[in-house]
C-alpha cells in the first residue's frame, strides 16, 4: 500500500514544517578555556558518547508490513507477522559491522509497539508473532556488547486521545497532542526506561507536537528515570548548522536527518536561552532510500556509504546508519554483506 499523504520528508520540508519548524537559528559559540556548559551531561559523558562513532538505526515495526512508512493506525495488530523473527541476528550484525550502539523503533507512526505496553492493546502481544522485540533486542545488545537504544515517535496514528496529528489536514491549527495523548506517552516511556535496564540514548521523534511545556516535563522525566542516557528530541531533515527551539528544546544532541555536517564541521557550542551548551551531532540516514525495509529498495553504492561515513566522523558527528530488517525479521543478506563491505572499505 502506498501512502497517499504527507511523506515524513514533506512534512520537515514544506507544509506543516513552515508552521512547526520555523526558522529560529541558535548561534555557536567558541569554546573557552575550562568551560564546563550548561547541559545536563558532563562533557566527558557526552564526549564518551561520541566516541562511539557509528551506531546502527533498526526501523521495524508496522510499517514494515503494510508497506507504508507512515500508516493511517488501523491495520490490526495481527498485519504485524514475521515468519523468521531474529533480533539476535540484528545486533549481531552491527556488532561485526563496527558498530558500537543501536536505535530500535519501540513504537512509530503507525502506534503499533513492539513491547507488550499495559497502556494499549495495539502491540505484539495482541500480533501474529508474540515476541517482545525490546525485550530480546535489549538482550542481545548486551550479549554483543552494543549500547542500545530506544526510538519513540510522538507521532501516533492509531493511538490518538484527540491529538491532531500531521496527517490529518492541516485546517486551521498545527499538529498537536492532548494532554490524555501526553499522558499516554510518558507512561509508555516509563516503562520503556524502568523495565530493560540502563539505556544509552533515548531518541524523541516528531517532539513539536508536545509543545514546550510537556516536552520540558518529558525531557526531565525520561532524564530521572534514565541519568546517563543521551536524550534526542529530533530536530529534522537539517544540516544542524540551525536549531529551533520552540519544536525540539530541550535535548542533549543535535540531529542532522539525511544530510551531514556542514564543511566548517559540526558546532558544538551553541548558545540557547542566554546559556551556552554542549550539544555534539548525530546524522541518521538509511542504508538505501527507505528507513523500512521495502521490497527492491538496495542498500546504496559502497564509496557513497564509505564518504558518508568518512564525512560524518571528520566533520565531528556520529553516524547512526538505519538498516531495517526485512518483513521476515531478519536483516537481508545482501545488507549484511554491504555492512560488511563497508566496514573493510572505510577502515572501521
Known amino acids: ?33 575550562g568551560k564546563l556548559g550548561s547541559q545536563r551531561l ?7 558518547w561520541e566516541g562511539l562513532g557509528y551506531g546502527m ?13 507512515l500508516p493511517d493506525g488501523k491495520a490490526p495488530a495481527t498485519t504485524y507477522a514475521p515468519s523468521k523473527l531474529d533480533v539476535g541476528q540484528w545486533v549481531s550484525v552491527a556488532r561485526d559491522a563496527g558498530m558500537k550502539y543501536a536505535v530500535l523503533t519501540t513504537k512509530h507512526v503507525a502506534g503499533h509497539c513492539l513491547w507488550p505496553s499495559k497502556h494499549t492493546d495495539y502491540t505484539v502481544a495482541q500480533s501474529a508473532d508474540t515476541t517482545n522485540v525490546v525485550e530480546k533486542f535489549v538482550e542481545a545488545c548486551r550479549k554483543c556488547g552494543i549500547l542500545p537504544g530506544f526510538y519513540y515517535c510522538s507521532w501516533d496514528n492509531h493511538n490518538r486521545f484527540g491529538s491532531h496529528t500531521p496527517s490529518d489536514p492541516k485546517g486551521d491549527f498545527p499538529a498537536y497532542t492532548t494532554s490524555l495523548y501526553q499522558s499516554f506517552q510518558t507512561a509508555q516511556i516509563t516503562e520503556l526506561l524502568t523495565q530493560y535496564g540502563p539505556i544509552a540514548e533515548t531518541w524523541i521523534d516528531i517532539p513539536g507536537v508536545l509543545g514546550r511545556g510537556y516536552r520540558d516535563f518529558l525531557y526531565h522525566h525520561v532524564a530521572s528515570l534514565q541519568p546517563d542516557t543521551v536524550i534526542m528530541m529530533n530536530s529534522g531533515i537539517a544540516t544542524g548548522e540551525t536549531y529551533n527551539v520552540d519544536y ?58 564509505v564518504q558518508e561515513y568518512q564525512t560524518c566522523r571528520a566533520r565531528g558527528a556520529n553516524w547512526l546508519l538505519d538498516v531495517p530488517p526485512s518483513i521476515e525479521g531478519i536483516i537481508p543478506e545482501e545488507t549484511v554483506k554491504a555492512l560488511m563491505q563497508l566496514r573493510k572499505e572505510a577502515g572501521i
Open 248 to 305: 525540539a528544546w530541550p535535548s542533549d544532541l543535535i540531529a542532522i536527518e539525511r544530510c551531514v555536517p556542514p564543511e566548517k564541521g559540526h558546532e558544538k557550542w551553541r548558545t540557547i536561552e542566554e546559556h551556552e551548551y554542549y550539544l555534539p551531532g548525530e546524522v541518521c540516514n538509511p542504508i538505501g532510500k527507505e528507513w523500512f525495509h521495502v521490497p527492491g529498495d538496495k542498500p546504496r553504492p559502497i564509496p557513497e556509504l
Open 1 to 33: 500500500m502506498k501512502n497517499k499523504g504527507v511523506s515524513r520528508r514533506t512534512f520537515f520540508q514544506c507544509g506543516a514544517a513552515a508552521t512547526l519548524l520555523g526558522s529560529t537559528s541558535v548561534p555557536a559559540v567558541e569554546p573557552e578555556a
Open 42 to 48: 558532563t562533557l566527558n559523558q557526552l564526549q564518551t
Open 57 to 69: 538505526f533498526i526501523h521495524f515495526g508496522m510499517s514494515t508490513f503494510v508497506t507504508n512508512e
